[in-house]
């Protein structure tokens, strides 16, 4: 009898981690287009966590008046399980802390309709409880127009279509493109490109063939692996020299739409084995 008991508790649980992989991250288009940030893989992978969890607000005296909620729970337990990483491994808990202090310590640069720039946070707080391992953390308000309500020009995803990558750059790149799929194509003048990934002073990438194989290959390779996505990109050069790229964007069918979300699962699986090592 116990021994089916568990087997059911096992099985509800692993319904509910997949369900929660399912979970759509949403961002605004010029979030993703038009602002420059760099954050790292698993920093990027917390925030679209966090975005995974914004619902629309239930009416009840505790919302009253309130069209949106900046403050969640950040169970770190569930996040390393729906990452496939193992929470008993006390560095995963570590990383994680020093992830959420990463989001509250990092800016990020808006760019303002008259073309201004605005700095803004991540996450205005984080209180962290070891003994229950979850945290309390607060989005910047500034980040309100960006993640909430958003009517049109907007992009969306399921959170496991990233959480299997082990490039940050291919996090960056796929929320760019998918921002542009319904046009089929992007095209960014390289030095463009550069400025919104912020490796605009990067030595190593300053070499465009560098740059294609460390960044754009890389990219593309998980992105069409992992995701919804297939694309391929082309250049253009003046002369010798390649100053811009044009990405073709297309959204898969059935059944490689499936095929992708498996090989994203089989993915996030060897995260566990490897010890959570990104």
Do not use: H
């Not at 008046?65 to 569930?78: A, S, V």
């Not at 003046?238 to 499936?258: L, M, T, W």
């Amino acid at each position: 009898m116990a021994s089916n008991a568990q087997s059911i508790y096992d099985s509800d649980r692993e319904i509910a981690l997949l369900t929660k992989r399912e979970y759509l991250v949403v961002k605004s288009n010029q979030l993703v287009q038009k602002n420059r940030y760099e954050l790292s893989l698993q920093e990027q992978k917390v925030v679209a966590f966090i975005c995974s969890m914004i619902k629309p607000v239930e009416p009840s005296p505790a919302t009253y008046g309130k069209p949106f909620q900046l403050e969640y729970e950040f169970d770190i337990r569930e996040y390393c399980r729906v990452c496939g990483l193992d929470y008993d491994n006390g560095k995963n808990y570590i990383d994680i802390k020093a992830t959420l202090k990463g989001l509250r310590d990092k800016s990020m640069w808006l760019t303002m309709p008259d073309g201004s720039e605005s700095l803004c946070g991540w996450l205005s707080k984080a209180n962290v409880n070891k003994r229950s391992g979850k945290a309390l953390i607060k989005l910047d308000e500034d980040l309100v127009p960006y993640l909430f309500d958003l009517k049109q020009r907007f992009m969306q995803y399921k959170l496991i279509q990233v959480l299997g990558m082990k490039s940050a750059f291919s996090i960056r790149v796929y929320e760019l493109l998918k921002s542009y799929a319904n046009m089929k194509q992007a095209e960014f003048e390289i030095d463009e490109l550069k400025r919104l990934l912020m490796v605009q002073d990067v030595k190593s990438y300053a070499n465009f063939k560098d740059f294609r194989i460390k960044v754009l290959e890389t990219s593309l390779r998980e992105i069409n692996e992992y995701t919804d996505l297939d694309v391929s990109f082309q250049t253009v050069k003046k002369g010798r020299k390649v100053i811009r790229v044009v990405f073709d964007i297309a959204e898969k069918k059935e059944p490689e739409r499936s095929y992708a979300q498996n090989r994203a699962e089989d993915a996030i699986s060897q995260n566990y084995w490897i010890g959570g090592v990104y």
